[in-house]
């Protein structure tokens, strides 16, 4: 199957990475790409697979699939190096691909900040998860079809929910499990990683400048620690995308069901006429 990593060039130079975030979406991940940047870092985040569109979305769902659908060949270091190429820090993608990016950089410094469980899981089903049902129904699960890059959020979207909801999406049960895969994942992430390449912080405990720049070996900066992400700005971020979606699908199925509807009006005034 072709990847769309493989159509990428080996890069010429490779930045070497001074940070890997291994946190889960909705733990304070988008303030912390804010961090990185104020503290001079290159950090790769969701916020540029918004930025980069469909070629970004569809190497990230490669990958995705790979890790945890067993569909396809997972990433090595050569595929990430191709990614991440002009990137310092790597943020929220390991997620989705735990164990093969941890095998490409053993050696790197690594970042977990964990959330309490149920207020993950209230804080992803309000964003993520409203937003892979929303693009899984009628009329987005037709329309997204002519949006690329809606169509592989869709599609990283669902994905991500089925597997942690085991199957049950938003329901009682599905958020039971959402809970405790979530809660799997920081297990694993601990059991996984030597503890002397690991900085756990609790979002809950408030982290900031005081626990990264340490870590990192930067000055505090003279500056308040960024946003956190909260559900507005999710829908604030990701509404005009999918309304443009909605709107290319809109003229894309006029498109195909008005010359339809006239050929099949002309052929029943055909009939009728022949008659």
Known sequence: MSRQIDRVPTPAHVKPKKLIVLSAPRTGT???YKAMKVLGFT???MAEVLKIGTPAVNIMNDGLSAEMLHNGKPYTRA???KWFADYDVIIEMPFFMLHSIIKAYPDAKFLLTERNPEKWVKS???????LSVELGSFPMSLFRLFDGFIDGMGY?????????SN???????GQKYLAENYMNYIAEVKRIVPPEQLLVCKLEDGFGWDEICPYLGVPIPDTEWPSLNKPEEFHEIAGPKVQRAFMKGLVGMTSIVVPVAAVGLWYLRKGRLAV
């Open 156 to 164: 990283m979207g669902s994905n991500m929910l089925n597997y942690y």
């Open 124 to 130: 992803f089903v309000n964003t993520i998860g409203k």
């Open 167 to 173: 199957g049950y999406g938003l329901t009682p049960t």
């Open 43 to 45: 950090p790769y985040h």
């Open 79 to 81: 595929e990430f190096d």
């Open 30 to 32: 988008h303030g912390l």
